[in-house]
């Protein structure tokens, strides 16, 4: 007697084993799970007639087996618990898939079925019961027209349903998905009309973003979709205004192509735009999502959704003006820098598919609430106030973008000298492979630009202008190496000529950060006494994307405004006196920089720019920074100190003091260079034009 497995078809069978005897008719066989539940799938009806019909089904697993090994198809029925029922048999495609044509049906009558498969004809597997009504009825899609960035006419035709329209049994319309294909899942526009062609004008989409679409009707709770078409709305570029802030507001909600259109009512962490659930589970996730998948604004390439912290400073530094525009009524928020935006009110909000209609407008941040993760903030914005609140996360809202052009960088974090043994001397920002890519100053994976990136920073202790330039230029991959940048070379290279501040830039969009250094070509190699590497100190003033800054920031990233400096004998003592902050002199209401963003542990350094002082001849002259932090603490008052330097000349230098503790505020904070300004130095007060180049705090 020989033996044989029936293998192939129970390979996929966990548990059981079928042995058959030739000469006999016996089987052995032991429990367990034989198809997993998501294996065999109840498909779509389709080709619906009044008398027929194509049942769709798929499973996996059975491919490489012997037809005879099984048997797939459906069961129909006119009762729900298939009391009496009918059977379609079919064979298996090459994809998994199975179809079965079923003819001589009933017209107008909901028929119920579901796959099946049945294995060695000893045990039988069910797909999900699934039903359709017969009809005469036809459903087409039209082609989409009068696209536009944000909305697009969508229409379909409908034929053998006139008995049935305008009745409750009948309902019908246009899905729309961004990711599903056929559109069946997507999000449906129900018609009004009462005829037999419709039109739906969706509105609300995304610029520069393919949509897919089907016709669909519902015939006492039964639907059946025509096939699916495919559009993509126009490209539009959101503007982004600059009012001073940490970040720039966008002209327009998104959804909106103006300032004063109301755009679309959007589910926070629901990127597609599309998502109507009031589950409030399937919205994002229960933290922030500024610039990550679910900010719907990322996520195409239309900024960010504001921060709580940005949102309250919208609202706590700009000036507000309850205005209209072209029939909007709105806020007109106006920056300390004096541009304005306009932000409409009366978006209501959204709760499913209905609206409810407000004075108030309501608008989406991206920040949490910790307290409560089904809710997050939102700013509210109405005719005699502007404020922040909650609100569940499934309800719709309207968002206004930012664009965080400043990247805040902590310099506590930078690598800077001949790292690499080349001669060169690098700023290392990040680097995958090097020491900041452990323990960056930056967030690497939210590093995004559009069109540029920009790094300010500041070099000191070459102590005289180098004989021969030195290039300096960013060395740069983003995160999927889409742009890169390794040779010197390029537009946004800069002539490094001594100790000074200086802007280098990188063209390309970037999504995240792979290496981003600053080279200075040959800076260890120049032949200049004054290019000691062990001498030369750098950070980096601020980073910027998509937008050149002049604006020069200290290494904490607060603004340093030079027309806020005071510059002269002060105490007429014969001391040139460049005052930052003196809670007892002219600064103390216009500070340089405020006193309470003076934070170090380490140092605190100032790279500073003299021009007019004339021919000092073979003069030097001690410069030293008088300071005292908020609590007296820390002093220093004398020269004498290892951070003092010696002017010789207009040029650029860098005064500095040590600490050991940290050093929180200032009362003073100044730099003064000794004697400079007594009788018979021949320094004209009057002709000095004094800068402060950088601020660095460690």
């Known amino acids: 007697m020989r033996t044989k497995y029936y293998i192939g078809l129970l390979s996929l069978i966990i548990g059981l084993s079928i042995w058959s005897c030739q000469d006999e008719d016996e089987y052995s066989i032991q429990t367990g799970t034989l198809i997993q539940e998501d294996q065999l799938v109840t498909g779509s009806s389709d080709n619906v007639t009044a008398i027929s019909a194509t049942l769709n089904g798929n499973i996996s697993g059975l491919d490489n087996q012997s037809p005879e090994a099984y048997e797939i198809g459906f069961y129909y029925s006119t009762s729900e618990n298939f009391e009496e029922k009918s059977k379609a048999t079919s064979s298996l495609n090459e994809n998994g898939t199975f179809t079965a044509d079923l003819t001589g049906l009933t017209n107008n009558v909901t028929y119920y079925y579901r796959s099946f498969v049945v294995l060695?004809?000893?045990?039988?597997?069910?797909?999900?019961?699934?039903?359709?009504?017969?009809?005469?009825?036809?459903?087409?899609?039209?082609?989409?027209?009068?696209?536009?960035?944000?909305?697009?006419?969508?229409?379909?035709?409908?034929?053998?349903?006139?008995?049935?329209?305008?009745?409750?049994?009948?309902?019908?319309?246009?899905?729309?998905?961004?990711?599903?294909?056929?559109?069946?899942?997507?999000?449906?526009?129900?018609?009004?009309?009462?005829?037999?062609?419709?039109?739906?004008?969706?509105?609300?989409?995304?610029?520069?973003?393919?949509?897919?679409?089907?016709?669909?009707?519902?015939?006492?709770?039964?639907?059946?979709?025509?096939?699916?078409?495919?559009?993509?709305?126009?490209?539009?570029?959101?503007?982004?205004?600059?009012?001073?802030?940490?970040?720039?507001?966008?002209?327009?909600?998104?959804?909106?192509?103006?300032?004063?259109?109301?755009?679309?009512?959007?589910g926070w962490g629901d990127a597609t735009g599309l998502e109507h659930s009031?589950?409030?589970?399937?919205?994002?996730?229960?933290?922030?999502?500024?610039?990550?998948?679910?900010?719907?604004?990322?996520?195409?390439?239309?900024?960010?959704?504001?921060?709580?912290?940005?949102?309250?400073?919208?609202?706590?530094r700009c000036t507000r003006d309850y205005t209209e525009k072209g029939g909007v009524k709105g806020i007109k928020f106006t920056g300390p820098n004096g541009n304005s935006i306009f932000i409409p009110t009366a978006t209501g909000y959204r709760n499913a598919n209905e609206i409810s209609a407000d004075d108030m407008g309501y608008y989406w941040s991206s920040s949490i609430e910790p307290n409560s993760t089904n809710f997050a903030y939102t700013m509210n914005l109405g005719a005699s106030e502007d404020t922040w609140g909650t609100a569940i996360r499934s309800r719709g809202l309207a968002i206004?973008?930012?664009?965080?052009?400043?990247?805040?960088?902590?310099?506590?974090?930078?690598n800077y000298g001949d790292i690499e043994n080349k001669g060169n001397f690098r700023l290392e920002i990040y680097n995958a492979w090097g020491s900041t890519g452990k323990d960056p100053g930056l967030d690497p994976n939210n590093f995004s630009a559009k069109d540029a990136v920009f790094v300010n920073f500041t070099v000191s202790g070459i102590d005289s202008t180098l004989n021969t330039p030195a290039t300096a230029y960013i060395v740069f991959a983003d995160g999927s190496w889409?742009?890169?940048?390794?040779?010197?070379?390029?537009?946004?290279?800069?002539?490094?000529?001594?100790?000074?501040?200086?802007?280098?830039?990188?063209?390309?969009?970037?999504?995240?950060?792979?290496?981003?250094?600053?080279?200075?070509?040959?800076?260890?190699?120049?032949?200049?006494?004054?290019?000691?590497?062990?001498?030369?100190?750098?950070?980096?003033?601020?980073?910027?994307?998509?937008?050149?800054k002049d604006v020069l920031y200290t290494s904490s990233g607060v603004e340093i405004l030079n027309e806020n400096l005071v510059a002269g004998d002060i105490e007429n003592n014969g001391n040139l006196r460049l005052e930052i902050y003196n809670t007892f002199g002219a600064t103390v209401n216009n500070p340089v920089i405020p006193a309470e963003s003076v934070q170090f542990s380490e140092q605190l350094a100032v790279t500073f720019t003299l021009s007019g002082l004339g021919d000092l001849g073979d003069s030097t002259y001690t410069a030293f920074m008088p300071f005292t932090d908020a609590n007296w603490g820390h002093g220093n008052w004398n020269p004498g100190s290892e951070g003092d330097c010696e002017i010789t000349g207009d040029g650029t230098y860098t005064v500095y003091i040590n600490s050991t503790d940290l050093s929180s505020g200032a009362l003073v904070f100044c730099i003064d260079i000794v004697g400079i300004l007594v009788d018979g130095t021949g320094v004209d007060p009057n002709n000095i034009v004094a800068k402060i180049d950088g601020i660095n705090m460690k």
């Open 120 to 266: 060695q004809k000893k045990i039988t597997y069910y797909g999900d019961i699934k039903n359709f009504i017969t009809t005469n009825a036809k459903i087409a899609v039209a082609d989409p027209t009068a696209i536009t960035a944000v909305s697009a006419s969508l229409g379909g035709t409908m034929t053998g349903l006139n008995e049935l329209i305008g009745t409750p049994s009948l309902k019908f319309g246009i899905a729309i998905s961004s990711t599903d294909t056929t559109a069946q899942s997507g999000l449906r526009y129900e018609s009004k009309d009462t005829t037999n062609s419709f039109n739906i004008l969706p509105v609300n989409l995304i610029p520069n973003k393919t949509y897919y679409f089907a016709a669909y009707i519902t015939m006492n709770g039964v639907d059946t979709f025509s096939p699916a078409k495919t559009f993509t709305t126009s490209a539009f570029e959101v503007e982004f205004v600059d009012l001073g802030l940490s970040v720039l507001w966008a002209n327009n909600n998104i959804g909106a192509t103006s300032d004063n259109q109301l755009g679309g009512l959007y």
């Open 278 to 316: 009031t589950d409030v589970n399937i919205y994002g996730t229960t933290e922030n999502i500024n610039n990550t998948e679910y900010d719907i604004c990322s996520a195409n390439g239309m900024g960010y959704m504001p921060t709580f912290t940005d949102v309250k400073e919208l609202i706590t």
């Open 400 to 414: 206004r973008p930012v664009k965080k052009t400043y990247v805040a960088f902590d310099n506590s974090k930078l």
């Open 482 to 548: 889409s742009t890169q940048q390794w040779d010197p070379g390029n537009a946004g290279d800069c002539q490094v000529t001594g100790d000074g501040t200086y802007t280098v830039s990188v063209n390309g969009v970037a999504r995240g950060l792979t290496v981003f250094c600053v080279d200075i070509v040959g800076l260890a190699t120049l032949p200049d006494d004054s290019t000691a590497l062990n001498n030369v100190n750098a950070y980096v003033n601020s980073i910027y994307v998509d937008q050149n």
